[in-house]
């Protein structure tokens, strides 16, 4: 069992950043990959980032690259999203991940999620 906590969100001016933590509990977070989703109201979860179990494999989706980038320390047992040039369309949900497989886009990849942390990006 793992449980994930994010934390990080909050409000911010187009063009600002954010970092989002996640922390993991367990002793076997190496062992995950880990993935970052948003949800904006309305729309349906969207994969955003995820990155293999040594962090060696990174993975993005075309709305985020070259402006977000994921990392982790598996030491820490925790993964970050560090998130540049923010725009108002990325304001939504950003839930963390773990998955023992990886398959990196897809919501049926992961086996844990954590509980969601806003970002609201204003115009």
């Known amino acids: 069992q793992v449980q994930l906590v994010e934390s990080g969100g909050g409000l911010v001016q187009a063009g600002g950043s954010l970092r989002l933590s996640c922390a993991a509990s367990g002793r076997t977070f190496s062992s995950y990959a880990m993935g970052w989703f948003r949800q904006a109201p309305g729309k349906e979860r969207e994969f955003v980032a995820a990155?293999?179990?040594?962090?060696?494999?990174?993975y993005y989706a075309d709305s985020v690259k070259g402006r977000f980038t994921i990392s982790r320390d598996n030491a820490k047992n925790t993964v970050y999203l560090q998130m540049n040039s923010l725009k108002p369309e990325d304001t939504a949900v950003y839930y963390c991940?773990?998955?023992?497989?990886?398959?990196?886009?897809?919501?049926?990849?992961?086996?844990?999620w954590g509980q969601g942390t806003q970002v609201t990006v204003s115009s």
């Open positions: 991940a773990a998955g023992s497989s990886w398959y990196p886009k897809g919501i049926s990849g992961y086996d844990y």
């Open positions: 990155i293999s179990w040594s962090g060696g494999s990174t």
